[in-house]
Structure formats: C-alpha cells, structure tokens
C-alpha cells in the first residue's frame, strides 16, 4: 500500500460544524431530536446540501431521500470512494450518533479542497435517510433500498405511528429526488461512527478499527407446565413452566460466557398467569444470540437448544423453540480495514481491532460493494441518549483517521 499523503485536518472547524447543525433539533437536555424526514431534518439536509454546493459538489437526490455529494477525482473512468453515515436521529438522541460520520466527511473534503489536493477517484459524501428506524421501521432503510434489502417501494409504504409515509413525509420536506435508488454508485464506503459500546474507552484506545458486524440469530421461546394451586400442589408434583425458565435463562447465559466474545441474552419474558399464588403455568421469552463468526453463531445456537431441551425433560415440561430472525454475520473488506489500520498508525493514534455489537448502514452496503467502518469512543459508551459525549479530540481523530484511509485506498489507482 502506498502511503499517504499527510493531509491534516481542521479539529476546531469539526467541533465548530458538529455543534452549529446540532441546534437543528437541540433539545434541553443538550441532545438533538431529528427524527427521519422531520422540519427538523428538512433544515440539517438544507444546510448539509448548501455546504457541499459551496465547495464545488454536485448534490444528487434519490428517492428514497438518500444524498450524495460528489466532487470529481483525476480520473473519470473510476466510480467514487464514499465517505458517510447518517444525519437523522433518536427522538432523545445525542449530538454524535450518525451525524459524526457525515460531518467529518464533510471536514474531510474541506481539507482536500484547502490543500488543493485531487484524488484519483471522485470523492463522494452520502446522508442515508432513516437510519434510527425511530419514526419508521425497520432501521436503514435508506441504505437498505440501495443495498436491495427492501424495495424502493417498501422503503416509500413505511409509515410512522399516525400514519404517515416515508414517501408523504419526505415529499413534505421536498427530499423525493428524482435518481431511482442505487442509480448514485459509488466504489466503496467508508463509515466513521462512534462506537456506541464501552470497549474502545476501557482498553484506553482512540481509534476501532471495525472488522465487521456480528450476526444476530432472535429465538422465540414458550414453555408449557401445568398451572395449579400453589397452597395445595407438593412441590415434588409441580410442572412448573417459570422455574423451568429460570433455569434455562441460566443456560443461555452460560453460552454466552462460553463463547466470548459471543453475547446471548433474555430480554423480555412473559409469565402466565402471573398470579401469587397460582404454580405458572405457561412462560414465553426471548433469545438473542450474537457472534461475529456465522459457524460459532450456529454453535451458540445449538448449545442452547439442547440445553433448553435437556431443562425441559428433566423438569416434565413442554417446550416449543423457533428462530425468528436471522441476520449473517458481516465481513468488511480486508483491503479497506487495512487502510483504516495505517490511516490510524499514520496519525499516532491507539488502536484496535473490533467488530460492531449495532447494525449500521455499512453493514447494508457491505453486501454490494467494499465497505468498512471507523470507531471512536463514546463516554462510558452511551448512544441513544441526550447526554451521548465524545471529546473533540476523539472525533477529531475519527475524522483525520477518515482522510488518511481515504487517500490510502485512493493511492491504488495513482
Ligand atoms: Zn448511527
């Protein structure tokens, strides 16, 4: 890999950016509330279009109100490299979430334009619309429509919870473009987001170099007893459906801590009748299982089926288990990560290999072209939330981390 060139960025017109958008939505509490296709969203795209007009960009819509800003490379026979991420938010979302990734794009090709520099490839910056999933579900629908995980007019039919479309709301804010979804190709994707986890703050590292994402397998689970009188009922003749799920929460448990770094979790459970003094009878939970590695994620899988059925025999209980989602593991490109790896020993930063616990929109676009992702820490890692914190020096980093990547994988076509 040919070295960069040592193009630094501007840490202060970063910060200074972050926190000017950051008053489209401002909450009280110091958050922002910009939910997908909202007044709010409308006056943050504005700004973000006018921005990259100003530096020269031309600024294309699709119709699913994703936006791409492109500035021409040396060359006209390469696609662009993408950088970017996402400016919508939670409806008590932080200033850091998404927006980081966009903005530090931004910074990224400010720089190149102060500098005079001209990549070989055209450099282009990417919004996708409705990343949160917070108005409308699913998640990523922007990215996910150009990934061809959900059709365009999926996408369009989505609707919040009085109703409105996707396609209404956007029309509203005037962010139905005219260029059909995944007509705006780029080469590859670059995604700077901060790390929404407490792993890169305790290892006392700056940058993550993000490998990929974890897959996730959910699993619906009831178990079956029989309900009965608890005054009147010996213990030893109970089928009793909530101990028996007790015990298999603890198995699940275990799986999780016997494939680390592989998490397995109960996080929602039903108890029938869920009355004192009734012996339950029936009892519905939750499993979600993640692991980077498919073939370990299976294993996860397995281990807990059998330990939920051994549960059930020795307890005389019924049980019925099924898979209800089912997302594979993603693998980012080996090429791009090691352009991250060098973009972050280029500028001196601590870094680390990690993969990512949360969807994001490159994990999509990883399925169609190259893609891979850049973390920076968040403090004690909360996202989702108003008081969501990373230091400017952290994005800072992210972003430089950002450019010195980009001109790495840029470098080949010199
Ligand atoms: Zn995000």
Redesign the pocket.
Same mark, same amino acid.
């Given at each position: 890999m040919a070295a960069a060139p040592n193009l630094v960025i501007n840490p202060t017109r970063l910060w200074d950016t972050l926190m000017q958008t950051a008053q489209y939505g401002a909450t009280a509490k110091g958050g922002i509330r910009r939910l997908a296709a909202s007044e709010e969203d409308r006056q943050v795209r504005d700004w973000f279009k006018n921005a990259c007009e100003a530096l020269g960009c031309t600024v294309q819509i699709d119709t699913c109100g994703n936006m791409f800003a492109t500035r021409p490379g040396r060359r006209t026979d390469l696609l662009p490299i993408a950088l970017g991420? !996402?400016l919508d938010t939670q409806p008590t979302g932080g200033k850091f979430?998404?927006v980081l990734?966009v903005l530090a794009a931004l910074e990224a090709l400010r720089t190149l334009i102060d500098m005079g520099y001209e990549t070989n490839a055209p450099v282009m910056i990417v919004n996708w619309t409705n990343?949160?999933g917070a108005r409308f579900a699913p998640a990523m629908l922007g990215s996910g429509a150009y990934a061809g995980i959900f059709t365009e007019e999926a996408a369009h039919a989505a609707a919040d919870r009085e109703g409105t479309t996707l396609q209404s709301a956007l029309s509203t804010i005037g962010y139905v473009g005219p260029e059909p979804v995944a007509t705006q190709r780029f080469q590859a994707l670059f995604e700077l !987001?901060?790390e929404?986890g407490p792993i890169l703050e305790a290892d006392n590292k700056t940058i993550g170099v993000v490998t990929g994402v974890q897959g996730i397998s959910w699993f619906e689970v009831t178990v079956n007893g029989q309900e009965a009188h608890t005054g009147a009922t010996p213990m030893h003749l109970r089928r009793n459906a909530l101990l028996g799920a007790a015990r298999m929460i603890e198995a699940i448990n275990t799986v999780g801590l016997a494939h680390v770094p592989g998490v397995a979790s109960v996080g929602l459970l039903e108890n029938r009748p869920n009355s004192r003094n009734v012996v339950p009878g029936e009892v519905f939970f939750t499993i979600d299982l993640r692991h980077p590695d498919a073939t370990i994620l299976t294993q996860m899988e397995q281990a807990c089926q059998s330990a939920l059925s051994d549960i059930a025999t020795a307890m005389n209980l019924d049980i019925d288990q099924h898979r209800a989602w089912h997302s594979p593991p993603v693998l980012f490109s080996p090429a791009m990560i090691a352009c991250v790896r060098q973009g972050a020993t280029q500028a001196g930063l601590p870094a680390r290999d990690i993969t990512s616990g949360?969807g994001?929109?490159a994990a999509y676009i990883a399925r169609i072209v190259p893609a891979t992702m850049i973390f920076v820490p968040c403090l004690n890692g909360v996202?989702h939330n108003e008081a969501e914190s990373a230091t400017p020096q952290d994005c800072a980093a992210g972003a430089q981390v950002l450019l010195n990547a980009l001109l790495g994988y840029d470098g080949q076509f010199g």
């Open positions: 991420s !996402h979430d998404g990734g990343e949160e !987001h901060i929404q949360a994001h929109d996202s």
